[in-house]
Structure formats: structure tokens, C-alpha cells
């Protein structure tokens, strides 16, 4: 079974500086991986997907690449604002013809104090 | 379009009661998810149905759960009996395959928090 792992499981940091959040995973074999956004008492965005082909992907403050070989994607966050504030979960996908069941990480809760 | 809904945002109920999670899909989403989260065990896939028929139910727990989609706009998660281990936030989600992505691109609903006493 498929494992994701998302450390730290908590992050606190000033506003303005530049992060970055790590996923691992235990099968290289992965078809895609999806970082969301969870903000308290609501359900996930989707922020950012990369397919297996691919090495990152951007979206304006956010960049997140993955690397198959090594089981590991991060999210980096540059200049990061307290409307960052929020738990970032990833998400794993396998199975050939791509699996629509994905395996979420525990998520990593960040903190951005003014 | 209002979302994905969710009915009830919050529910308590003690232990061996039925329990009926609500879902209204975006309008013209052909997948249907249910989640549930816990601080446990994090965010777990239950089952997903496409076009009102379930595909893989291998995530739900025991057969105290049930879902069912009778059409496009509707779903149910039905716990019964229920217990305290069922407490967790319960999330519905929808997707269309029509989009880019569509299938990867989940619409979450806010979650129903339900207590089990």
C-alpha cells in the first residue's frame, strides 16, 4: 500500500519569507500528485497537479515539483502573507491509466504571523 | 453554481442511531466522492460513484456504512448504528470529466462534523 508523508506536521514563520513544504512518498510509481488547500471548518482547494511527465508546475506565489525517483515533492511558497495561513495536504496517485483514488499526506499546518 | 452542498454541517448523535450524511453535487458532475477525516487517521477515500453508480466502495469501513446516489443531484453516507469511532469531519466532493483534468480537479463541500456520544 502506498504511503504519503508530509513533514513538519506544523509550521510557524514571519510574513514574508520563503518557504517550502516537503511530501514524500514510498512508490516511485506515482501517476500524479496534488497539493490542496484546507483552511479550518471547510473542505480541500486544489492548488496544484503534476502528472508523472512532469517535473513542476506553477501558479502564481506557488511552485511545486515533483521527483519520482527520489519519492519526494515540494511546495514552495515565496513571500509568504498570513492569508497563507491554512493546512496543505498532498496527494498521491497510482495505477496504470491513473487510479482516481488518491492517498493523501497528513498535511502540514502553516502559520504566517505579520 | 453554489458548490458542492452539504447537509447537515453538524450533526450529534449518541452512539447506536442512524446517521444520514447528505450531498448535492455541482450541477452536471458526473464523479461523487466521499471522504472522511480524522485526526487519526487523516483524509480517507469511502467509495465514489460515476454517473450514480458506485465504483469502488473498498474504502468503506464495515458494513454499518451504506451510500447510495439515486440520481445526478443527490447522495447519501448512512451510518447505522453508529458509533463514538465514527466521529470525523465527512466530506463530499464532485468532479466532471468534461473539464481539463477533470477526474483530479475534486470540488469539495464545506463537511459535515458529526459526534458520535
Known amino acids: ?52 511527465s512532469q517535473r513542476e508546475q506553477t501558479s502564481g506565489r506557488l511552485n511545486a515539483s ?34 482516481y483514488i488518491p492517498t493523501f499526506g497528513r498535511g502540514t499546518s502553516l502559520i504566517v504571523h505579520p | 453554481d453554489a458548490g458542492v452542498i452539504q447537509s447537515p454541517r453538524h450533526e450529534v448523535t449518541e452512539m447506536g442511531q442512524e446517521v444520514t450524511l447528505r450531498c448535492k453535487p455541482i450541477s452536471g458532475h458526473d464523479y ?32 454499518r456504512f451504506s451510500a447510495k446516489m439515486p440520481n445526478a443531484s443527490f447522495s447519501t453516507l448512512k451510518i447505522q448504528p453508529s458509533e463514538p469511532r465514527d466521529s470525523a469531519v465527512y466530506f463530499c466532493a464532485s468532479s466532471s470529466t468534461a473539464e481539463r483534468e477533470g477526474l483530479e480537479t475534486q470540488y469539495f463541500g464545506p463537511g459535515t462534523r458529526l459526534l458520535v456520544l
Open chain 1, 1 to 52: 500500500k502506498q504511503e504519503v508523508t508530509q513533514i513538519p506536521a506544523a509550521l510557524s514563520v514571519p510574513e514574508g519569507e520563503n518557504l517550502v513544504l516537503n511530501c514524500s512518498f514510498t512508490d516511485s510509481a506515482i501517476y500524479n500528485l496534488q497539493w490542496f488547500r484546507q483552511d479550518p471548518g471547510k473542505g480541500l482547494t486544489s492548488l496544484l497537479l503534476i502528472q508523472s
Open chain 2, 32 to 63: 461523487l466522492f466521499w471522504y472522511r477525516q480524522t485526526m487519526m487517521r487523516g483524509l480517507e477515500l469511502l467509495i465514489y460513484f460515476n454517473n450514480n453508480v458506485p465504483i469502488d466502495d473498498s474504502g468503506m469501513p464495515e458494513d
Open chain 1, 66 to 99: 515533483l521527483d519520482k525517483s527520489s519519492g519526494r515533492s515540494t511546495l514552495y511558497i515565496a513571500a509568504s502573507q498570513p492569508g497563507d495561513s491554512a493546512t496543505y495536504l498532498c496527494a498521491g496517485r497510482w495505477g496504470s491509466g491513473g487510479s
